[in-house]
């Protein structure tokens, strides 16, 4: 299994920034993809950004289209996700997964808070 910590949220005001880390330890060498969730109190889990383990290419919603941007670290087995221009809609749990291949995410972090005020 793979297991995934991340890191790095906190409380910005809107306009700011932040950077969120995610390491991964385990069986790596199985990673086809590690990408960016995040899921707002009574509100469905939503994809933000991901990111091809190997190739580096990425992924990302249309609602953080050209504000947040996904990179990787294969020597590190890490993740981030810059986040600028913050708005208070991105204030969510923000979550790392990874999946075996281009289906289903099989692995899941516990989480970072990400709180943006107006």
């Known amino acids: 299994q793979v297991q995934l910590v991340e890191s790095g949220g906190g409380l910005v005001q809107a306009g700011g920034s932040l950077r969120l880390s995610c390491a991964a330890s385990?069986?790596?060498?199985?990673?086809?993809?590690l990408g960016w969730f995040r899921q707002a109190p009574g509100k469905e889990r939503e994809f933000v950004a991901a990111?091809?383990?190997?190739?580096?290419?990425?992924n990302y919603a249309d609602s953080v289209m050209g504000r947040f941007t996904i990179s990787r670290d294969t020597a590190k087995n890490t993740v981030y996700l810059q986040m600028n221009s913050l708005k208070p809609e991105d204030t969510a749990v923000y979550y790392c997964?990874?999946?075996?291949?281009?289906?289903?995410?099989?692995?899941w972090g516990q989480g970072t808070q990400v709180t943006v005020s107006s």
């Open positions: 997964a990874g999946r075996r291949g281009p289906g289903q995410y099989h692995y």
């Open positions: 385990g069986r790596t060498s199985s990673l086809y993809t």
């Open positions: 990111v091809n383990w190997s190739r580096g290419s990425t």
